[in-house]
């Protein structure tokens, strides 16, 4: 039988990427395991999921077979169980404690004020059920967001102590929802690093007003740190909502090389030393300040293909590159494309969003061959608390290139134009089972 090659809650752009390289890696199989944690029934696992438990499983289940490799991409439990099942099997991974340091956003942020005072903001942690009055000792406006938690989630700007307190009152499902989202990282991280912040608290910073906001990729082998590439993040004006991804940066070379410095450094400060890996950072362009905002410990599933269409290589192949040891190579500006994009379709209102007409996504096909698709459509319950959570839901991604960053822009509005998302184009139909997930 063919060794395997295990990948932990695989997302819809990672089979973007999947899909190519299980044809290159003919000598093993694919085998995916995990849940979605944003559709019913698979997300009702949560109620009591268990990572130490999955990963024993798993390795219990494929005991009689060769494992080669274990990866994943997925922020929320996939990281921290490929990093758990690699270091009970011997294989090469993300090391836990690096990892469990990057996710718990308040130890991060302690290592970083001692190794890069310059780059942090002032912080605080506290629960979330703290006097906010005595536990936020820092200036207002502060930023709030959950010491571990992913997609931006509970994150948000606050001017003052009232505003928080009113972004901290949670119902009673959503409390449960934050624990049981938070409990397997709270799990581990009690028994492998020490810190006087719990989880499932919050942590509280100095606004950065202004600022642009990049996110440096790169992969940590044999100890060294090595950079890829900077992409852009791009918001919605007025909010802290992402619009677009855009690779390569459009900032001049002397700040990119700035950014990445400052991002290869925090890496190195917390022992990250196996794996790819995503900072994000800010850049005051009025002072010149590059201010850490947090380290993800895995690769930006999202970027994969960005990279590719730009260097040749998509981040996946590098992934499994280092997942089955091997001394990786990478290519730079050998793709398609001189820029690419992930573009991030967001409701900000009360609109319910439903899946573009098939002429108009065989249009897309047709027209920009290289466009890609991704439908994230919420309604009902789903749809609120996103939109409670994050002020806005996103509903669609389109990744796509251009032969500059004006072709690629030029390309995305000719899209827009022709995909209509509000269900007016074409009569919606759905099943009682399909408004049962929706409603979920």
Not at 34 to 49: E, K, M, V
Not at 191 to 216: H, L, N, S, Y
Not at 293 to 300: G, H, L, T
């Amino acid at each position: 039988m063919k060794p395997l090659i295990l990948v932990l809650f695989a997302q819809e752009y990672d089979e973007l990427a999947l899909a190519s390289l299980e044809a290159q890696y003919q000598d093993y199989e694919f085998v995916r395991e995990g849940f979605d944690l944003f559709t019913f029934p698979s997300n009702a696992r949560l109620l009591w999921f268990d990572v130490e438990l999955f990963v024993a499983r798993l390795a219990k289940k494929y005991r009689h077979r060769t494992i080669a490799a274990v990866a994943s991409t997925h922020e929320q439990f996939g990281a921290l169980a490929a990093s758990l099942l690699c270091e009970r099997l011997g294989l090469p991974g993300a090391s836990l404690n690096g990892l469990l340091t990057a996710q718990h956003k308040y130890l991060a942020r302690q290592i970083h004020a001692k190794a890069l005072p310059d780059h942090v903001p002032p912080f605080c942690g506290f629960r979330y059920d703290a006097d906010v009055s005595q536990a936020v000792t820092i200036d207002y406006p502060v930023f709030v967001k959950p010491v571990k938690a992913a997609f931006s989630v509970l994150a948000k700007r606050c001017e003052d102590e009232a505003a928080l307190r009113a972004h901290l009152k949670f119902a009673l499902w959503e409390k449960f929802i934050i624990r049981r989202l938070t409990w397997p990282f709270r799990r581990v991280s009690a028994k492998r690093i020490a810190c006087e912040i719990d989880a499932d608290c919050f942590i509280a910073e100095g606004c950065v007003d202004g600022a642009i906001q990049v996110c440096v990729d790169g992969y940590a082998h044999d100890g060294k740190v090595n950079i890829l590439g900077t992409v852009d993040s791009v918001m919605y004006p007025g909010t802290n909502a992402f619009q677009r991804f855009e690779y390569p940066s459009r900032l001049s070379a002397e700040r990119v090389q700035r950014l990445e410095i400052v991002a290869q450094r925090a890496v190195e400060a917390i022992g990250f030393s196996h794996g790819l890996f995503n900072v994000e950072l800010f850049l005051d362009p009025t002072t010149e300040r590059i201010t850490i905002v947090e380290i993800n410990p895995r690769m930006a599933g999202q970027f994969s293909d960005l990279y590719e269409r730009v260097d040749g290589k998509s981040l996946w192949a590098l992934e499994l590159e280092l997942a089955l040891g091997k001394t990786p190579v990478w290519p730079r500006r050998a793709g398609t494309f001189g820029a690419a994009a992930s573009f991030v379709f967001r409701e900000f209102g009360s609109a319910v969003k439903y899946a573009p007409a098939e002429t108009q996504q065989r249009w897309l096909t047709e027209t920009y061959p290289d466009a890609k698709l991704f439908l994230d459509l919420k309604h009902a319950t789903s749809r609120a608390r996103e939109t409670k959570w994050l002020g806005n839901y996103r509903y669609a991604l389109v990744h796509m290139g251009g032969r500059d960053a004006e072709d690629l822009l030029a390309r995305f509005a000719d899209v827009c134009k022709h995909l209509d998302f509000t269900g007016q184009s074409t009569p919606v139909i759905e099943s009682k089972w399909q408004v049962l997930r929706r409603s979920f």
